[in-house]
């Protein structure tokens, strides 16, 4: 499996001679393509997608470089999925770190490499960035993804995700 980065149309993949998935990144005016993925992502996970404040979250990661990046995902002109990286900061893993906020393949595209060329593209993105450490979080009925993310270099540190929210959800 060969890949290149094609500033002008994204990452192109290209297995067995003929091309594969574009990622594209994304901005501003690609949020109206991005809201429909969420909506599937968020259903298929079982998370509550909220019609007001997730379009709004997604603007602010859009317009602001800082706050992470965001790609599309096609093959063969149509819209498959995408991939969210948010930046962050850590002692323990000395310095800018990164996470995968989000990562959705539509169903009929899941097992084909996408995702583990999204994967390898996530993490060139890191190094370009100065990134030390790369999280991600998945869930533990999902021995799949687990297995995917394992063989790509991602170790389990036996510990709880855990959350409290600053606003009235």
């Known amino acids: 499996m060969r890949a290149r980065l094609n500033p002008a149309l994204g990452f192109l993949l290209y297995i067995n001679g003929h091309m594969e998935p574009i990622f594209t990144v994304a901005d501003a005016s690609h949020a109206n393509l991005l809201i429909p993925l969420m909506r599937e992502f968020y259903a298929v996970e079982h998370l509550r997608f909220d019609e007001k404040v997730a379009p709004q979250a997604l603007q602010q990661l859009l317009r602001n470089r800082a706050f992470g990046i965001a790609y599309l995902i ?57 990134i030390k450490a790369l999280h991600l979080e998945v869930e533990r009925v999902n021995t799949r993804a687990q297995a995917v993310y394992r063989r790509a270099g991602y170790q389990d540190h036996d510990r709880y995700l855990l959350t409290k929210w600053f606003e009235e959800r």
């Open 74 to 130: 096609s093959v063969d002109n149509e819209l498959v999925g995408y991939i969210v990286l948010t930046f962050g900061f850590s002692l323990e893993f000395h310095g800018r770190d990164a996470f995968i906020d989000e990562l959705y393949l539509r169903e009929n595209y899941r097992g084909q490499g996408i995702g583990k060329a999204g994967l390898q593209l996530i993490e060139e993105t890191c190094r370009s960035e100065g």
